[in-house]
């Protein structure tokens, strides 16, 4: 029961290679190739469907539930066109030929096993690619931002931000003019200083000189004498007059501050007038700012966020190259791995049609010379039921038209028949009718008066004559019709034209009078 299962297993695997059993009956050895090349197309019909699956799961993201049926149905179109691709290459006596035959079919196959393995090698170093697309994916976003941020569109936007935050800034302050930014007060202060500067000024000089007349009334610094001298007045006398000099500078010090209060005080009442007029305008420019700020910051994040959904998304077929491209610049070997993986899943999909080229190289085997015998059989035996079809055929159209002559000729030799017997008693009443008239001739003759009255004869009975028809056939179309060839078709129908009525081939001939 095993052997069994294992000779229909085997025979399927040869039917699948192209292999015709009746001869493999006969040329055995040839059973173990057909049977490698079915097994080897079944290989890459499996390969061909895991791969869809994968291109399909990463490309399109399906389930992997309709990822595998998809491509379970993409593995038997490939396994079909495999197939084909062996059973079209037939053995030829010439190595040209068989060249010729070749190397269209195993540049579609190259190009087959190219869409092929391309998916299995990308993920095969999926989780290399997965790095590189994040990367990728990450410059791909800062390169958008860059654009945007340079995109005319949107440069206003840090400007309305720095207006925005002004005018709020105004708005909680109640206004931003300063008093003493006034250049009123500005003077005025400037003024006050000055005469704080000069009252100071006066003060110190006058405690100097002070210290030195009490310096010469005790006689430590100075002339040295003790007591009220020269020295002693003088530097009284200068101190006296210092002090003069440093109320009067204090006078003119309060004058300035007074002065400096009253314009600082106009100054307020303007500030909070400019204040007021700025709030307003803050206000009123505050909405206008801000909905332009919204408007194009909305704008501006909506391409951020659809971009980023998209960048999100673009992990597929297109992108993985594109890393798996990046990943062999910057890292050799993970180059050189990935063309030795492209090359073996290559080679196997190739495989069928590649070991069907070379085999077709070598001499005729075995099953190759038995599968021209019987090829060439095959075409004998048909050729020869199809002349056994012909010729049955030309037989029945010869017994149809023999039949037709048969048929036509008794009609012609009746109605000839007929016309002669017709002609004969025509004949036979002319000659009665003759007769009786030289009888009553005769009468008259004999006895010199015409003939007693008799009753009146009766009226002859006038028959109609008919002018004697020869009948002849018209020879020349009945050797026509017996010579014509067979017009029976193959199905037994036949395009014999309807033959023409035996009126048609009599020719009327006049009765000799």
């Known amino acids: 029961m095993r052997t069994r299962t294992r000779t229909r297993s085997g025979d399927r695997l040869a039917v699948l290679a192209g292999a015709r059993l009746d001869l493999l009956r006969v040329a055995p050895g040839a059973r173990a190739r057909f049977i490698a090349l079915g097994g080897v197309l079944i ?47 037939s053995h030829e006596p010439s190595w040209k030929r068989n060249l010729a035959m070749a190397l ?33 994916q990450a410059e791909a976003a800062e390169e958008f931002t860059d654009g945007l941020d340079a995109d ?39 003024e006050r200083d000055a005469k704080q500067t000069a009252f100071q000024t006066a003060v110190d000089r006058f405690a100097e000189l002070q210290a030195r007349a009490q310096c010469e009334l005790d006689g430590s610094c100075g002339s ?11 530097a009284a006398t200068a101190a006296t007059q210092q002090a003069g000099v440093r109320d009067a500078a204090k006078a003119d010090l309060d004058a300035a501050e007074a002065e400096l209060a009253q314009v600082r005080a106009d100054a307020g009442r303007a500030a909070a007038s400019a204040d007021a007029r700025s709030v307003a305008l803050a206000q009123a420019d505050l909405v206008t700012d801000k909905a332009e700020l919204a408007r194009l910051t909305e704008a501006r994040q909506a391409e951020q966020a659809a971009f980023d959904a998209e960048n999100a998304r673009s992990d597929g077929i297109l992108a993985r190259l594109e890393a798996m491209d990046r990943l062999s610049a910057e890292r050799p070997m993970v180059g050189t791995a990935h063309l030795m993986l492209f090359l073996l899943f290559l080679s196997v999909e190739i495989l069928p049609v590649l070991m069907k080229a070379l085999l077709n190289m070598q001499l005729p085997s075995a099953y190759d010379r038995l599968l021209k015998v019987r090829d060439d059989e095959e075409v004998e035996a048909e050729e ?19 039949a037709e002559t048969d048929r036509m000729a008794r009609e012609i030799l009746d109605r000839e028949n007929a016309a002669r017997e017709e002609a004969e008693r025509a004949a036979e009443r002319k000659a009665r009718r ?60 036949t ?18 009078r």
């Open 224 to 234: 040295g004498d003790v007591g009220q001298g020269a020295a002693y007045f003088a």
């Open 434 to 493: 003759k007769e009786a008239r030289s009888l009553r001739r005769l009468v008259r003759l004999v006895t010199g008066r015409p003939p007693a009255a008799q009753p009146a004869p009766e009226p002859a009975l006038i028959e109609p004559t008919l002018d004697t028809i020869e009948p002849t056939l018209d020879t020349g179309e009945l050797e026509a019709m017996m010579a014509a060839p067979s017009g029976v078709s193959l199905y037994g129908t």
């Open 104 to 136: 269209p079919r195993v540049a579609l196959a190259v190009v087959l096993g190219t869409v092929i393995s391309t998916p299995l090698t990308l993920q095969v170093f999926a989780k290399e690619i997965d790095t590189t697309i994040v990367t990728m």
């Open 384 to 402: 020869i039921r199809r002349d056994g079809r012909q010729r049955a055929q030309q037989a029945r159209a010869d017994l149809i038209v023999a």
């Open 152 to 190: 005319a569109r949107y440069a206003p936007i840090p400007t309305l931000e720095t207006r925005v935050a002004e005018q709020q800034a105004v708005i909680a302050s109640g206004g931003t003019a300063d008093p003493n930014a006034d250049p009123r007060v500005v003077a005025a202060q400037a």
């Open 495 to 512: 395009t014999v034209p309807a033959p023409r009525p035996a009126a048609e081939l009599l020719q009327p001939m006049p009765e000799a």
């Open 43 to 89: 290989s890459t019909g499996a390969l061909a469907a895991l791969s869809m699956a994968f291109a399909l799961h990463m490309a399109l993201g399906a389930p992997w539930a309709v990822a595998v049926l998809v491509g379970l149905g993409w593995g038997l179109v490939i396994l079909n066109l495999d197939r084909m691709l062996l059973v079209g290459m």
